[in-house]
């Protein structure tokens, strides 16, 4: 039965191709509860992929996955490849696991506060008041209060990307998964949304986080991951990786992210 003490998530041997492209080849990883796992690579190396896999945005083509110790049931396709045996299960672990992206995908017809009380109301059936209280404490987390009347489009790049956690965090998740969150923002928003990030980490939240940015994955990581041509090439702390210890791949690759 999952338990606290069951690993957030765990991935054995997950394969993924697109048509002839291997984009994973037998990746394996298990996060425990509270990790914060920084998850390094070059563009194509599988990185988005993976965390895709996780809540089934992508189905794997091999391998098994499973959330708070709970095995998600996959049966082989026709065609080939594994799909989710049950929707209702895919349902229930996806409400546990959030997932921010680089480009927001906040509703643009709805203020910023009912981004936020939308999932919580009508797919966790929440009460609605419960839920408005809950996301303003959410949006003063994020340092965005005064915005909860405003649409996404009336926002910064950077204060667009605060809201985007902050509807995360309104589902109550067990995992958080950030896929190149800062990536899209102006230099000058990016700083804001790590201090976000990096308060939920001392939190104790567990998170993925696929990043280019070095500092976080060096200084707010207990963990970092590192990706080549689909596979994992080095997994240890940071001091490890960026001490160069742990593979000689992984210190041309930070080489060349500094330039």
Request: hydrophobic share 40%; aromatic share 4%.
């Amino acid at each position: 039965m999952p338990n606290e003490a069951s690993p957030a998530v765990a991935l054995h041997d997950i394969h993924k191709s697109f048509g002839e492209l291997q984009v994973l080849r037998g990746v394996s990883l298990t996060a425990a509860q509270g990790d914060v796992i920084s998850i390094l690579g070059s563009s194509g190396s599988g990185k988005s992929t993976l965390l895709r896999c996780i809540n089934l945005l992508e189905s794997p083509d091999e391998g098994a996955i499973s959330i708070g110790g709970e095995a998600i049931e996959l049966r082989r396709r026709r065609a080939g490849g594994l799909e989710p045996a049950r929707v209702a299960q895919v349902d229930r672990l996806r409400s546990q696991v959030a997932m921010v992206f680089q480009s927001f995908n906040l509703w643009s017809h709805l203020t910023i506060l009912e981004n936020l009380i939308e999932a919580p109301v009508h797919v966790q059936k929440r009460r609605r008041l419960e839920c408005i209280d809950e996301a303003m404490g959410l949006l003063e987390k994020v340092g965005i209060a005064d915005k909860h009347a405003h649409y996404p489009a009336h926002l910064s790049g950077g204060q667009q990307q605060r809201a985007a956690i902050a509807r995360a965090l309104a589902m109550r998740p067990k995992l958080m998964l950030f896929d190149e969150p800062t990536s899209a923002l102006d230099p000058e928003r990016v700083g804001e949304v790590l201090r976000v990030m990096r308060a939920l980490a001392e939190e104790g939240r567990t998170m993925l986080v696929v990043t280019h940015e070095m500092s976080f994955a060096r200084q707010v990581s207990n963990r970092v991951v590192f990706m080549h041509q689909g596979q994992i090439e080095a997994d240890g702390s940071p001091d490890e990786l960026f001490g160069g210890e742990k593979s000689e791949r992984f210190r041309r690759f930070t080489a060349e992210v500094a330039r």
